[in-house]
């Protein structure tokens, strides 16, 4: 099953690249390379490009579409850009960015060595929440995204990124701290940044959900 997993995996990931064809040949291990990856990621912005395919365009001043190691083991993904994310292009870089930085540090990676997306690419009007159509619209490009890194964990921020990948209207005091699968990768919800904002005390709890994660990487090693 895993094996077929794996050919699922490359497979995918030169469609991705807009290969819809098998290439004469497939890299001798079977997964593609750091190099590889980060053309897909490049081809996967470009296939976006100026996007208008929700109504989130009309006030967004930029379009974020997650930056770190394409190659990462770990894998961030939070809910969509806040008024600092929309105005840099960047995730995760206004105070609730900082935070996560300080969670990614503690847990002894770089921020470049792990890779930060958000389920929406552009910013929701006063940081409301994305509207279904909007979260459908999207949702294909962080699955590429997921697919391309193929991260050996994955954590979610919050209510809508861990509803969304787990496909369930559970809230987030119920599904953070458990292992759930998405697509055969190990997905951990936790808190979302900006809530710890509001409720420091739970930082505990988001430190033993990125213990668990610890505990599961270094299995994977
Ligand atoms: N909140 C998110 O969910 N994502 C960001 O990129 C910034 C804030």
Redesign the pocket.
């Known amino acids: 099953m895993q094996d077929l997993q794996a050919i699922k995996t490359v497979l995918e990931f030169y469609k991705a690249l807009g290969i819809d064809r098998l290439p004469l040949s497939i890299p001798e291990t079977g997964h593609p390379t750091p190099e590889e990856k980060a053309k897909a990621l490049k081809a996967l912005r470009q296939e976006i490009g100026d996007c208008k395919r929700c109504k989130l365009y009309k006030g967004r001043k930029n379009l974020?579409f997650g930056e770190g190691n394409p190659d990462a083991s770990l894998m961030f993904i939070?809910?969509?850009?806040?008024r600092?994310?929309d105005i840099q292009g960047r995730?995760?870089?206004?105070d609730?960015?900082r935070l996560l930085t300080r969670l990614i540090e503690k847990m002894g990676f770089k921020r470049q060595d792990v890779y930060?997306g958000?389920i929406i690419k552009c910013r929701p009007p006063m940081n409301r929440d994305p509207q279904d159509d909007e979260i459908s619209t999207c949702m294909p490009f962080i699955k590429k995204q997921i697919m391309i890194i193929s991260p050996k964990v994955i954590m979610s921020?919050?209510r809508i990124?861990a509803q969304t990948l787990i496909g369930v209207k559970i809230p987030i005091t119920r599904l953070r701290g458990k292992f759930y699968d998405y697509e055969g990768i190990p997905l951990m919800p936790t808190f979302?940044?900006?809530y710890l904002l509001r409720n420091p005390r739970d930082k505990m709890l988001v430190w033993s959900d990125a213990q668990q994660v610890l505990a599961r990487l270094r299995e994977e090693f």
Do not use: Q
């Open positions: 974020v939070g809910e969509a850009p806040g600092e994310e995730p995760f870089v206004g609730a960015g930060i958000n921020l919050g990124s979302h940044p900006a």
